[in-house]
Nanobody, 121 residues
């Protein structure tokens, strides 16, 4: 079994910052890409940022220059630093790693429980 624990969401004013964290634990053999997604009310879930094991990153256009994804492979943790937040960034944010667990050795695509980010004055 693999567990994902997200933290760091909350309420922030426009222009503010938040840092999300997602730690994976349990029977992990390896973690490949790690990504953050978000879903606003009435909208489909979409990818926000992705990082490879080696550290290559990719961002959706609307967050480029404001969000930074990073990871600590020694802690099996991925982070999302969000700066210059806008009301349009309001959503539930989910981490999603692609990993291989050490029980079945099958690749898995997992989802965190989600953390609410609200940007409002």
């Amino acid at each position: 079994q693999v567990q994902l624990v997200e933290s760091g969401g909350g309420l922030v004013q426009p222009g503010g910052s938040l840092r999300l964290s997602c730690a994976a634990s349990g029977k992990i053999f390896s973690i490949n890409d790690m990504a953050w997604y978000r879903q606003a009310p009435g909208k489909q879930r979409g990818e926000v940022a992705r990082i490879t094991f080696g550290g290559s990153t990719n961002y959706r256009e609307s967050v480029k220059g404001r969000f930074t994804i990073s990871r600590d492979n020694t802690k099996n943790t991925v982070y999302l630093q969000m700066n210059s937040l806008k009301p349009a960034d309001t959503a539930v944010y989910y981490c999603s790693p692609n990993l291989v667990d050490s029980g079945s050795y099958f690749p898995q695509h997992l989802w965190g429980q989600g953390t609410q980010v609200t940007v409002s004055a």
